[in-house]
RNA sequence: CGGGGCGUGGCGCAGCCUGGUAGCGCAUCUGCUUUGGGAGCAGAGGGUCGCGUGUUCGAAUCACGCCGCCCCGACCA
């Protein structure tokens, strides 16, 4: 993309309204627009990172054996009175009637409509375990939104559900979610920790949230230092076997959000030595809540004995706009954002430091060319600003590498490489920097 | 929902207390000079001050009401 044909508003000064670091990068890097309290516009170089997170999360969810649909936004309030839960959810939800004096709902969540799928169709245990899941917006009326896109009240969020036909299915489906969500996040470049949590309004009795540790985060958590360490299980993982192991060895040791928090317990299950207690930022949360939805739905299957018996659910969140900020968080420092490769919106920044210099623009273009036909995902800066603002731009943005070409490199046959996390510069060819990036 | 704060060119702010019809920096546009870490000079455009009502000869400024946004707390992917 050349950046002179893109857009991207960039910001020198931090918008009044942003607080937290992250929401002041997305907003100085052009990333989001506010729009109201807790709404927000995707622009160009957000919505990559969107799209990026989204597709880790995609591929992570398809390798564990969950399958994709898309359920609606909205939803007819029938589904909610049938489980209780339209009294019950409170004014969190948003409400709204059509022309006809429907009434219908903007989904805050779809455990009632997932349902309605699964009882329509399946009828045996012999579908079963069967995962289903969506990337859907989701809306929320927050009392108080804030943080950015880290409390939305329109947010974007991948929603898995489980049916099993007995507990101990649903245990491994629960296992499969637990370690799809290690590989996820860990793909995106975060540390993230399981921890005991409440259920919430969405019920069950077995929860877990996945917690990036962050000064900025709105969760008091406790744990046991080694899990910072824990291997990421491979790619190759087996969904189908016993993921029990994998799962007890990190369950096996204390983790706690400060809602289920037990300070004596902790204390007597982790050496002083090992204690840490950290800010952190809920990323992810998996639930098994049986038949909660499945009885009052009549969500039922016939088990191998012929006699039918509600389903055995779960449902499993990530919270896909929240996780451009937790990454930001994580991952910045004085200069702008630092992207993990992985999410970064592009993979490599080339810097034109003398647009309409015919040596330098030549050498670009070449460059632009050779590293896009690598496969590299490469934001030109074909602009006519000044050297050191478009230093400050790339270095705001982020992108985990920067070419950088100048009439001073060239007369030596050099252009310069620069690593955005390290700060690391090299000096190389042209040719010696496609070669670098091509695989 | 309790408490606090803010709303003035695109952005960041001053002016408000002590009413007299709007100012600064950045950005934008033009020209010249610059060009390896957010350039310099000269010039130009752009706002009737969130909305409404009231007080007053006169309201960005005072009063009342409304709307929006932010922060702290309680609640949540």
Redesign the pocket.
Known sequence: MRLSRYFLP????????A?IVSHRLMLRAGLVR?E???IYAWLPLGLRVLKKIERIVREEMNRAGAVEILMPTLQPSELWKETGRYDAYGPEMLRLKDRHERELLYGPTNEDMVTEIFRAYVRSYKSLPLNLYHIQWKF?D??????GVM??RE?L?KDAYSFDLDTAGARRSYNRMYVAYLRTFSRMGLVTIPMRAET???GGDLSH?FIVLADTG?SQVYCHKDLLEMPVPPADVDFDGDLEPIVRQRTNLYAATSDVHDAARFEAEVPADKRMSARGI????IFYFGTKYSKPMKAVVAGPDGKKVPVESGSY???V??LVGAIIEASHDE?GIVWPEPVAPFDIGLVN??TGDAKTDAACEGLYAKLQAAGKDVLYDDTAE????K???M??IGLPWQV?V?????EKGLV?V?NRKTGAKEELSAEAVVNRFAR
């Open positions: 960039l910001l020198k000064e931090t918008p009044a309204e607080q506010q109201a309290a807790g929320r927050e009392v108080r939104p804030r943080f409390r939305g947010f969020m919430g309004p969405i949230e709105e809920e990323v992810g949360q969140g990530v919270g706009s929240r200069a430091l003398k000044r050297p050191g603002a230093f400050a731009g270095d705001l950088v100048g009439p001073r490199g060239l310069e620069k």
